[in-house]
């Protein structure tokens, strides 16, 4: 690509672009609104950097070329929106497991069921934490810019390869059709993480704990590079063979969640406005909090004392700058977003009665309004 | 005797899953004797799996191995496959594995020619769940699900795969193991999507429930039903019966999908001057 | 500074397009902020057709177009709907070719045969950039010169020709309204 240069990209093309600057050279994809523009910019770009890309017959085998991909050494990603993550979540489940990085991008729609395709919603925030069976956890970025749209998605193969794991971005509809400027940073300047890979010639343990920093993510081989070894979805041990132990078992999967609860801190990304002297605090992420910026900003003009919280990693969640910021006083937390209250719960349970937290909530399909945020505001006064 | 085949094997691993009698160590060793006699470099090779009776086997080969989920293994495999063509990538699976829940990954691999090796390890039943009828088991077989006889029709699944352009058919029996062996050396040797239809013996949960009392039983039967293609083809519809067709049905040169998407690749690099 | 422009037709007549130029030019060749929406969804069938485009010096907050201070409307459907979302003290730009009609309005309206003069220029198609060229031409939000690279890097290049002599056209109409000059064609007026 040329030098840095500021230009116009819709969210979904940006989310392509930010992949293919982190090194993403696989994409299987499935068309689904309002998703649709990633798998197809895919494809046309991907074989441009020599990458691969393919149309699968289903969500489900997308998701299952993605692991397979990302196995045989290659940054992989699928994208969808509510009815297609709903069958993804099973091999999403595999990948966190097997410990495979991939990205998997939402572009969240209208539900329950196929609901309103062509219009946004924040109705999967709690799918993507617990959409599957069994005990993981996940990483869940949400972008509410363009520009953030490409970060993230560079941020999301980053986290993938360094904990092995997979790495949900969940946009909405509103930030994947917005179109924006982008200035794009030179190659140079940006950070690119890779997986760690054993030591050629040594004995390989593909789920073995190692030493020191990051020593819980154990390095990942790619098949083909002579290690010969095993992935499945069993519960197994460091050898990655089954096991039906508990003493083997449990050790793996606890390991499997603490890498990323243990480096919440580190993860959390989140950005405050006015939250130092704030009384009251609006807590929101994607669209919807431009929507509770421009209601914070607004307020503030006339001497109300409101933050605002926008919430960037939504898992693991923040819960440390939630309490950091109620640890003063708060008359009380607004939650704009577009589904019933889902964010609102988790921060409910954060603050533990140490204030209100009243939702700001729409659901079919209408971006909120900051007219909506400064109401609510109003009536805590 | 052929070579030590144990090196293909994890041995460390064994004793295997498996049910005394059951035909799946027969395919198992099958493929692995395919590969030893290909030459093949076993860096080079990748086994998928998904889930079922079969799809245990992988765990016990010395490859790079995949175990993935329910029906998936094509899907996986494509991954792997189109991540780096230079790999041989085959597929055990079951026939409820591969039928059934993955149906729809099986024929739309045949359909686009990707240079995989499937190996149903088919037994007409879901082993691992004790015995349900999956969609090869044929009319009024008893199955755990079909306490009073299977009441749907089966699936003929080297004439689906055929049907959805797949590019090599074959299938065997673990009667049949030399045959078996020389139809997966085929099966791994074409350049496309390549289909063998194994069929291995459940004592356990297939046998017994219909008059097949042990594993000779059901090899028994394999041996006295299984004809030669070219003899299924002379036999009158009246004469055939129970028994069915072995061999190669079909083994034509298509061009493969990774090959083909190579060339988009190629395209795609000199629009942009990138080569 | 914060200026929301919405442009509205019919599906066909390029106003979607037309805003992504808009946005495309603002975005790459300015030190402005940029948000252009659309209408998705069976709207974009045939039927009603709607680019929205904000220009801010400050990044944009909340991204879609409430009350635009600049309203261009081509078609008599597409004005009936909007005309009275334009924000107090806006102007309203109606292609009279198709639009008869102007609901009173709290800001100022402005007429022009857009779609006529296409016409008359060799294609109706070219419209949209007309219509383009008054946005630009009126509000000075972006040069002629860069609405022109703009088109020549989203357009074809068969098209070029035509589109910049439609653009260049609506440029010079629009300028002429922003320097209060004649009002061409007919209306009702707020």
Redesign the interface.
């Known amino acids: 690509m040329e030098e840095s240069r500021s230009r116009l990209y819709q969210g979904n093309e940006a989310c392509v672009e930010g992949a293919i600057a982190a090194g993403m050279r696989f994409f299987a994809g499935y068309p689904i609104t309002p998703s649709t523009e990633i798998a197809e910019l895919c494809s046309v770009r991907l074989p441009q950097v020599g990458g691969t890309f393919i149309q699968m017959e289903d969500e489900i085998a997308s998701m299952a070329a993605v692991c397979g991909a990302s196995l045989a050494g290659l940054k992989a990603m699928t994208a969808t929106s509510g009815p297609g993550f709903s069958l993804k979540q099973e091999n999403i489940g595999f990948a966190a497991e097997a410990e495979i990085p991939c990205v998997i991008v939402n572009v969240q729609r209208v539900g329950p069921s196929t609901g309103m395709p062509t219009s946004p919603a924040q109705g999967d925030l709690m799918q993507a934490r617990w959409g599957r069976h069994g005990d993981q956890e996940i990483v869940v970025l949400s972008p509410a810019y363009v520009d953030e749209v490409y970060s993230l998605t560079i941020e999301a193969f980053n986290i993938a390869e360094e904990l092995r794991t997979p790495v949900i971005l969940l946009m909405d509809e509103v930030v994947g059709h917005l179109r924006e400027k982008v200035t794009l940073p030179k190659p140079g300047d940006l950070v690119i993480k890779d997986r760690k890979k054993p030591v050629p010639g040594s004995r390989y343990l593909p789920y073995a704990p190692g030493e020191g920093e990051d020593g819980d993510v154990p390095p990942l081989a790619a098949f083909g590079d002579g290690f010969r070894f095993h992935v499945t979805g069993l519960t197994h041990g460091p050898d990655g063979f089954p096991t039906n132990s508990p003493s083997v078992g449990e050790p793996q999967i606890k390991r499997i969640n603490s890498k990323i609860s243990s480096r919440r801190e580190k993860l959390c990304k989140a950005e405050e406005l006015f939250t130092e002297d704030a009384d009251i605090l609006v807590v929101s992420f994607g669209s919807s909090a431009r929507s509770a910026k421009k209601a914070v900003k607004d307020l503030r003009a006339v001497g109300v004392k409101v933050g605002l919280l926008r919430l960037i990693t939504l898992w693991p969640f923040p819960e440390h700058v939630i309490q950091r910021i109620a640890a003063g006083k708060l008359k009380a937390v607004i939650v704009p977003e577009m589904n019933l209250g889902q964010l609102a719960r988790e921060v409910r349970r954060c603050l533990d009665g140490r204030a209100p937290v009243i939702g700001v909530n729409r659901v079919a399909g209408k971006l909120i309004e900051p007219a909506d945020v400064i109401r609510a505001v109003q009536e805590v006064k | 005797m052929g070579s030590d085949l144990t090196k293909y094997l994890r041995v460390e691993k064994l004793p295997h899953i498996w049910c005394a009698g059951c035909g799946h160590g027969i395919v198992t060793q099958a493929i692995v004797r395919a590969i030893d006699e290909l030459g093949l470099d076993p860096a080079k090779v990748t086994i998928v799996s998904g889930i079922g009776c079969s799809s245990r086997a992988p765990g016990y080969m010395n490859f790079d191995t995949l175990h993935t989920t329910h029906g998936r293994a094509i899907a996986f495999a494509t991954g792997v496959k189109l991540a780096r063509p230079e790999l041989k990538v085959i597929v055990i699976t079951g026939d409820g594995d591969a039928a059934a829940i993955g149906g729809n990954h099986l024929i739309h691999a045949a359909r686009r020619n990707i240079d995989l090796t499937v190996v149903c390890y088919n037994n007409s039943i879901y082993g691992m769940t004790s015995g349900q009828y999956s969609p090869v088991t044929p009319l009024g077989s008893f199955a755990s699900t079909a306490p009073y006889g299977m009441v749907e029709r089966p699936f003929d699944l080297c004439e689906l795969v055929m049907g959805a352009g797949g590019t090599f058919v074959a299938r065997s029996t673990t009667y049949h193991a030399r045959h078996l062996t020389n139809v997966i050396k085929q099966a791994i040797q074409h350049k496309g999507f390549s289909f063998v239809d194994a069929l291995s013996q459940c004592p356990t949960y297939f046998g017994r429930r219909n008059n097949m009392k042990d594993a000779l039983a059901m090899l028994n039967w394999y041996k006295e039903n299984a004809v030669s293609r070219d003899d299924w083809a002379k036999m009158p519809p009246a004469e055939r019966g129970s028994k069915f067709p072995i061999g190669v049905f079909r083994d034509e040169e298509a061009p493969e999908y990774c090959e083909t998407y190579r060339k988009v690749i190629e395209k795609a690099m000199e629009e942009v001057g990138a080569k | 500074m914060r200026k929301e422009f919405r442009l509205a037709g019919a599906g066909g007549q390029g106003l979607i397009s037309a805003s992504?130029i808009l946005?495309?030019a603002?975005?790459?060749r300015t030190d402005l902020?940029?948000?252009?929406?659309?209408s998705?969804?069976p709207e974009s069938r045939g039927g009603s057709s709607r680019g929205d485009v904000i220009v801010s010096d400050s990044?944009?907050?909340?991204?879609?177009v409430?009350n635009p201070e600049y309203l261009l409307v081509m078609t008599q459907d597409a004005c009936s709907t909007y005309a009275k979302d334009l924000a107090p003290g806006g102007v309203l730009i109606a292609d009279s070719t198709y639009v008869k009609e102007i609901p009173s309005v709290n800001g100022t309206v402005k007429s022009y045969p857009i779609s006529e003069r296409a016409r008359e220029m060799g294609r109706e198609i070219v419209a949209n950039m007309i219509g383009l060229g008054i946005l630009a031409g009126l509000t000075g939000v972006v040069s002629l010169e860069v609405l022109e690279e703009a088109v020549m890097e989203r357009l074809p290049k068969s098209t070029w020709d035509l589109n910049k002599k439609a653009l260049r056209h609506g440029f010079e109409v629009g300028m002429q309204m922003a320097g209060g000059g004649e009002e061409v064609g007919e209306g009702t007026r707020a």
């Open positions: 992504i946005a495309e603002i975005a790459s902020y940029v948000a252009q929406t659309q998705y969804g990044q944009v907050d909340y991204p879609e409430t």
